[in-house]
């Protein structure tokens, strides 16, 4: 079964750190997103990136967050600054198309120190 | 505005036993779907709804899409330990975009 992967399970930073997760959507995908738990918490959206741009972002996705897709496998996620409330489990996901269920990743648990 | 109401927050029963969750919303919602999550895992899609009043099953797990188009429901029959878990639901808006908008879950927790 194709699956999103993502690196690395647990990074643990700095404040003020810069930090970049990285996922291999399903290679068919044309969507991928960005979302985040904090623990305890219900998961929350963060970023669509569609045809090489962001196709929409929520508050959360301030201008320390930027997005990327570098070559026609990786999807990253990078954030300039981190803050401790920046703690969570970020999940990357793809999808064929808007009304197609994502898949979504293992995660990776950001912890800033 | 886009908030999903999920309910119970948490349930505690017996293996065997049949078991319903679900959400509502004041909103809208274009699609509705069902994932479960293990600790430390992402969440895992169990079934999707596109249209209002489909009900779907895969396996034990029934779910259906309110014909308001603005709940559904998800059920498990005859649970198992492995059913344990947070289960969420989720749903994307009427308007343009395609994020998904989560429920707080379901804990679902099955005595032996």
């Known amino acids: 079964e194709p699956e999103v992967t993502q690196t690395p399970s647990h990074q643990v930073t700095q404040m003020g750190q810069e930090v970049i997760l990285r996922c291999v959507p399903i290679?068919?995908?044309?969507?991928f997103y960005w979302y985040r738990q904090i623990l305890g918490q219900k998961v929350e959206f963060l970023v669509s990136f569609y045809n090489n741009e962001i196709s929409e972002k929520s508050e959360i996705f301030d201008d320390q967050f930027s997005v990327e897709r570098p070559d026609g496998s990786n999807f990253t996620l990078k954030i300039r600054s981190t803050k401790l409330e920046d703690s969570a489990m970020y999940f990357c996901?793809?999808?064929?198309?808007?009304?197609?269920?994502?898949?979504f990743g293992s995660g990776t648990r950001l912890t800033v120190v | 505005g886009q908030q999903l109401n999920q309910s119970p927050q948490s349930m505690f029963i017996q293996e065997g036993e049949d078991v319903s969750m679900n959400c509502t919303s004041s909103?809208?919602?274009?699609?509705w779907l069902w994932y479960k999550q293990d600790p430390g895992e992402g969440p895992v899609l169990l079934i999707a709804l596109y249209k209002a009043g489909e009900l779907t099953s895969n396996g034990r797990l029934t779910a259906q899409f309110g014909i308001t188009r603005k709940d559904s429901f998800l059920n498990i029959s005859a649970s198992i330990p492995s059913d344990v878990g947070i289960y969420f639901c989720?749903?994307?808006?009427?308007?343009?975009?395609?994020?998904?908008?989560f429920g707080a879950g379901t804990i679902l927790r099955v005595k032996s």
């Open positions: 290679s068919n995908h044309l969507y």
């Open positions: 989720a749903g994307q808006p009427m308007e343009y975009g395609n994020k998904l908008v």
């Open positions: 909103s809208i919602f274009n699609t």
């Open positions: 996901a793809s999808s064929e198309g808007p009304r197609y269920g994502y898949t």
